[in-house]
């Protein structure tokens, strides 16, 4: 049987070795890319950040500072939208739908630890993907939890902590996140 590299593992959501020495070289990589991009005095720094992300649509817009931790497991659809302060830890797959706008200050999180101490402390970690659908807007100061998928036009309330699954057309807001609307 074939032994699984850490990033196999990292990208199947399995328990892996973050302190990989190809994890770290790749995640070095992305942050020089990222460096660039939140000290770049272009107009449209953007640009910079296609060759990191996994995909990108043509209509694509993101505001310095931005932060994640590989980069290749962001895929973004059309009319994309993130605003200042984004921050996106892409441990798996990070996929957003077109039309998605973000708010400032907006985090995605796929990264996460065992629950159980003594694998915690070993410094295991693992990551769940997320999923964001069509015509969402995440508002200022909004979390989305590993694991989670958002429906299509949905509205993520600033300040909203999403942990659990968001169905199509709804408003939800609060923390935990609760369904507040139904559009």
């Not at 015509?135 to 300040?159: D, E, F, K, Q, R």
């Not at 909203?160 to 408003?171: G, R, S, T």
Request: hydrophobic share 40%; aromatic share 8%.
């Amino acid at each position: 049987m074939e032994r699984k590299t850490e990033k196999e593992k990292m990208l199947e959501g399995k328990l892996y070795c973050a302190l990989d020495e190809e994890l770290m070289r790749e995640q070095a990589e992305a942050q020089a890319i990222l460096r660039k991009f939140n000290n770049s005095s272009e107009e449209d720094s953007s640009e910079i950040l296609r060759k990191l992300f996994g995909r990108t649509g043509e209509n694509f817009c993101v505001k310095p500072s931005f932060r994640c931790d590989y980069g290749y497991n962001i895929y973004v659809g059309e009319n994309f939208f993130a605003n200042y302060d984004c921050i996106i830890l892409d441990v798996c797959k990070v996929v957003i739908g077109d039309n998605c706008m973000m708010a400032p200050r907006v985090c995605i999180y796929t990264a996460t630890h065992p629950l159980d101490a003594e694998t915690r402390i070993s410094g295991l970690e693992y990551g769940k993907e997320v999923i964001i659908g069509d015509n969402v807007w995440l508002g200022g100061n909004s979390v989305i939890a590993p694991g989670v998928t958002i429906g299509n036009n949905v509205v993520v309330g600033a300040g909203a902590v999403v942990v659990k699954d968001v169905p199509n057309n709804v408003v939800v807001g609060g923390n935990p996140a609760k369904i507040i609307k139904y559009l």
